[in-house]
């Protein structure tokens, strides 16, 4: 991977958010179980969001590599990051940035 591709992905997808009307409450929230690059509110709702980029297209898309272990990890996370915490509605996102496109998919996947 490119040195701070990832990261540089996570600054986009957050700009993304906030152009869109979203609030950031949180970014790289990590716990035993994992990591979530973005925690974010809108009307009410937590959204937990994975954002995955690539450079190009050789591995298929970011939002394909979000399998069912990733989501159970994310799962985790954020049944941790409400410990303590007054729980609301929650969904889980994923932007996938590819090249110079931004896919995001809300409710990408349940608890």
Not at 18 to 33: D, T
Not at 42 to 50: A, I, N, P, S
Not at 85 to 99: C, G, K, L
Request: proline share 1%.
């Amino acid at each position: 991977m490119i040195p701070g591709l990832g990261q540089k992905g996570e600054k986009r997808a957050e700009k993304y958010l906030i152009n869109n009307g979203y609030k950031i409450l949180e970014r790289n929230f990590r716990c035993r179980f994992g990591e979530i690059d973005i925690i974010a509110s809108k009307d009410g709702c937590t959204v937990f969001v994975e954002v995955k980029t690539r450079k190009n297209s050789a591995y298929g898309k970011g939002f394909e590599s979000v399998d069912a272990r990733k989501q159970q990890k994310l799962i985790m996370t954020a049944q941790a990051f409400f410990q303590g915490r007054a729980e609301t509605a929650a969904r889980f996102d994923v932007i996938s940035i590819d090249n110079d496109s931004v896919t995001h998919i809300q409710n990408a996947f349940g608890m």
